[in-house]
């Protein structure tokens, strides 16, 4: 008598025992308590990012080489922007003290703020709207080295509590004034760098500009010629703009 075959499993029985991959849970409050000698922490990463901010900006403050000042600040004030958003995508971080702890004197901005408006003084102000949400609202003048300053007071204050153990605290306080300051602050300096690229780049001299209608349905050769009528004046000073009236 022949063996009995071991019968075959039906279709269903083999997909019941197919295991499903786990699903990774989003990343919980708790783990902004991580060890601080973790590279992969939340906290490490944003603090690491916030940190390389303010030394970049403080080296180019230093005015030792102008000519690449603007494309270097706009990569780090882009990389910060990385940070904020990463920090508002985040769910509410809550301190561990309701009262936020002395730090004693705030870092003083003063001499940054000075080095970096004498460096861009060509192009220092721009405009600005606030909230982009808000009806009517004229624009106002801002300064790239006004933004600057401001944005590395307020992330110097977190580093602070950082520095001191406080990671829950450094982290409450950099998500906060991201809603609050350094986030539009250094959004509207993003815009004018990268603006200031782009003029350099394409030989667009900032005053030249108002007759080029982006919107006419223009011919090559046409379009050729408006951007000569653009490009008619040399670029001039280290920055490659000449000076705003």
């Known amino acids: 008598m022949s063996e009995k075959q071991p019968e075959k499993s039906t279709q269903s029985e083999q997909e019941a025992v197919i295991v499903p991959e786990p699903i990774a849970a989003p990343e919980p409050t708790v783990l902004l308590h991580a060890d601080a ?13 916030i940190e390389s901010f303010i030394v970049a900006v403080t080296e180019v403050a230093k005015g030792d080489e102008p000519d690449s ?5 706009l990569l780090e004030v882009s990389q910060l922007c990385l940070a904020g958003g990463r920090l508002g995508a ?5 301190p561990e003290e309701r009262y936020e702890p002395d730090l004693g004197p705030e870092r003083d901005v003063d001499d940054l703020r000075e080095r970096l408006a004498a460096m861009l003084e060509p192009i220092d102000v721009y405009s600005e709207v606030f909230d982009p949400y808000e009806p009517r609202k004229a624009p106002v003048a801002c300064r790239i080295s006004d933004d600057l300053a401001d944005v590395i007071a307020d992330l110097s204050h977190g580093l602070a509590h950082y520095r001191a153990g406080r990671t829950v605290e450094a982290l409450w306080w950099w998500q906060f004034s991201y809603f609050s300051n350094w986030g539009s602050t250094a959004s509207g300096a993003l815009r004018a760098l990268q603006s200031l690229v782009a003029h350099i780049r394409l030989n667009q001299p900032l005053e030249d500009l108002n007759g080029l209608d982006t919107d006419e349905d223009l011919a090559e050769d046409a379009l050729a010629e408006a951007a000569g009528k653009v490009m008619a004046e040399e670029i001039a000073g280290p920055l490659g703009l000449r000076s705003v009236q």
């Open 37 to 49: 000698g973790d590279p992969d922490s939340f906290a490490v990463q944003i603090s690491d990012q």
């Open 69 to 73: 000042a603007i494309p270097f600040l």
């Open 90 to 94: 985040h769910e509410d971080i809550v």
